[in-house]
């Protein structure tokens, strides 16, 4: 009975941690590249293992336009509140 106790407790435990995780959202760090060809097209990597897809002439196209060749962090989060 005491070894179901801890179990269920580690269990209750590791469920709270991965629910946690799942509210605060990812977050990616690396270089920001693109060509010149990529970036007018909104397209963009970091570290070359994501690739970042945004509308041309929008704010965050720009943004991030300017700061190809530079180390970012990108996180994405839910709204608090949405679903």
């Known amino acids: 009975m005491r070894?179901?106790?801890?179990l269920t407790a580690l269990v209750g435990?590791?469920?709270?941690?991965l629910a946690?995780?799942?509210q605060r959202?990812?977050?990616?760090?690396?270089?920001?590249?693109a060509t010149d060809q990529e970036a007018q097209e909104g397209y963009f990597?970091?570290?070359?293992?994501?690739?970042i897809v945004v509308?041309?002439?929008s704010e965050l196209?720009?943004?991030l336009r300017a700061r190809v060749g530079q180390r970012v962090r990108v996180t994405i989060e839910p709204v608090a509140g949405s679903e």
């Open 61 to 63: 196209h720009t943004y």
């Open 13 to 17: 435990i590791l469920l709270s941690g």
């Open 45 to 51: 990597a970091i570290d070359n293992q994501t690739m």
């Open 20 to 22: 946690l995780a799942a």
């Open 55 to 57: 509308k041309p002439g």
């Open 3 to 6: 070894r179901f106790l801890v």
């Open 25 to 33: 959202g990812f977050s990616l760090s690396g270089r920001l590249g």
